[in-house]
């Protein structure tokens, strides 16, 4: 046996005692022979990525075809090796898994193929799963491999990877893989936010650690004296997943991070109910907290007990209750599928779920594949936020219907069918008639009345509270088709008011030049289709208004003109050079002040200007500014710095970090204990619980700027602070 394929066969033999090694260790020998003159951009031999990701999938525990497939999948696109002969030697069901995967390695996620190459992605996967399982352990290797690529191509991969591979892997219930996949995306596109929250987690870590063991041993103590064969561990924490709580749940680093989570493996179904009761008669649960999936798995074939108790010092602490076959299914998903589906049956230790039944989301996907003409909707269907818990509703009939937290009987009536939901009038919700805009809870039953009239349609009021992917785009789509005129009129409109609303020429912006400049660029057909995207909300009337003032130059050349026939500050009573720390060349008797745009200090490069009536402005060469001002080269002036004992610089800096309760005061704080007398100062918190501060201080020695760069650096929470070029920009 190639010594190479040790560590393979040794996964293999644990994972899939049955497989066929020698026809895995063929398909070696075939790409390697193939890829013998091939390097990786690493400089490693190509074949160690083909072998790399059938060690991933061996690890998921797949069978032997995926393997071969796994070795061979680069050999059709990249070698002279073709799929007929591929066929001939291997057969045609790894024929096909190459086949597959390989169409899927031509999927380009630009903005435009992106939509229609995804859909193809799906209806290939709905021919074999396997294929997309291949994808998916091919692009961790890759990610994992990162490093070794341009910038803009780590960023555009990792990208993808969070937004189209990563949310993949969550629905065909591969946990193992999508976490890492989040981790190694989230690392490479927002390095800062990652370090800053690896920091966080590791000063906590000892002290978490200790309390995790306390919480084990009485859990496992409790169910050894109930006599309930048990395994007892924590449960690892994903950065990713710490962040993506802070912005979902709107709370801070340590709410989440000190939420203990405890893991429970037991032999049977009736175990994990037999140590839910045990646990509760410990400590007392947090009512709401407690989920049921075995009764009623989620979309993944996911299953377990969820609830929250409260813990020793009156902390909260998350269990999972499960079997260990639903311990596996949960963190390999789909590709757990072939390992148990000889001993699962129809109902075996796993509970409900059937192996017919399991990829129900995969049959739903197609039907909306099938039904929708429009591949960016189908995208949209598919990007449906994944992040969000379901609620479990059922039709009259006892069917049961999954829908986002928060769903209405909208969602509801849109889940049945479109016909339904475009026709909806009302709804009865376990017998009492609810306004279409009530949020369903678990268990309840819903009734839908609908229109008989041919002219019924849905409300543009109804994007207002709908929560699934799935009616927003159904809505849209109806408003695009039947009432275009009408959102091209209301799109105008929105365009017009967001103008008069920041004072702007509108008579120049609106000009049909500059408008279909845009409506290129935005990949509209004309004007008329921009106009109907922003009255059908697919694109906001401001950022439209943005793009357009930006592709005219902007309205910086208007501010500065605002500057220079403003009062200069009196810095200190000195109005002349001297206390600006700056000298005209050829007089030192000019007035001059420094540039509020760009706000320079002693070691940048300046250029000065000569205003009408005010002395002399100082701008930083790189001031975006500066290129209007040269349009004037006559009242360029040359000037260099000379402070002295009591001239004052004002700096503006900017501070990055994650949202948390008392950031503002511990950053004021910081900075006046660094001496710094503040000016101003302006917060904003994205969706994505990052918070912007811009603080602009005043400044003797600008040598004294680095301590208290260092200083804000220090703070929990914050991952960036620099110096920026505009004091209000």
Known sequence: MNPVLEPLFRTVRATHPKADLR???????????????????SGDPYITHPLAVATILAELGTDDETLCAALLHDTVEDTAYSLDELRGDFGDTIGSLVDGVTKLDKVKFGDAAQAETVRKMVVAMSRDIRVLIIKLADRLHNMRTMRYLPEHKRHQK???????????????????IKWELEDLAF?????????????MVSERAPRRDLFLQEVIEKVSGDLREAKIRAVVKGR????????????????????????????VLVDSVRDCYAALGTIHARWNPVPGRFKDYIAMPKFNMYQSLHTTVIGPEGKPVELQIRTHAMHHRAEYGVAAHWKYKEEVGSAGPTGKVKPGS????????????KETSDPGEFLESLRFDLSVSEVYVFTPKGQVIALPEGGTPVDFAYAVHTEVGHRCIGARVNGRLVPLESRLGNGDTVEIFTSKSPDAGPSRDWLKFVKSGRARNKIRQWFSKERRETAIEAGKEAIGRAMRKQGLPLQRLMSG??????????????????????????????????KLVASIGGVDSAEEDIAETSLPTRLRGRPRGGGAGVVVAGDADVWVRLSKCCTPVPGDEIVGFVTRGHGVSVHRADCTNVQQLKSQPDRLVEVSWSPSDDSVFLVAIQVEALDRPRLLSDVTRTLSDQHVNILSASVTTSRDRVAISKFTFEMGDPKHLGHVLKAVRSIQGVFDVYRVSGAGS
């Open 23 to 41: 026809l895995i260790e063929r398909a070696y020998d075939v790409a390697a022979y193939h890829h013998r003159d091939q390097k990786r951009k």
């Open 158 to 176: 990792s990208r993808e990877t969070l937004e189209i591979f990563a949310p993949l892997a969550h629905r065909l219930g591969m946990n193992t």
């Open 187 to 199: 690392a490479m596109l927002y390095p800062k936010r990652y370090d800053e929250i690896a920091r």
């Open 236 to 263: 690892p924490k994903h950065y990713y997943s710490v962040y993506q709580k802070m912005i979902a749940r709107d709370v801070a680093f340590d709410d989440i991070y000190d939420l203990v989570g405890i893991r």
């Open 358 to 369: 399991d990829m129900a989301w995969l049959r739903q996907l197609l039907d909306w594949q």
């Open 513 to 546: 030049e500059a408008l279909l400049a845009l409506a290129r660029d935005l990949r509209y057909p004309d004007v008329s289709a921009l106009y109907a995207a922003v009255g059908e909300g697919h694109i906001a009337a401001q950022a439209v208004v943005q």
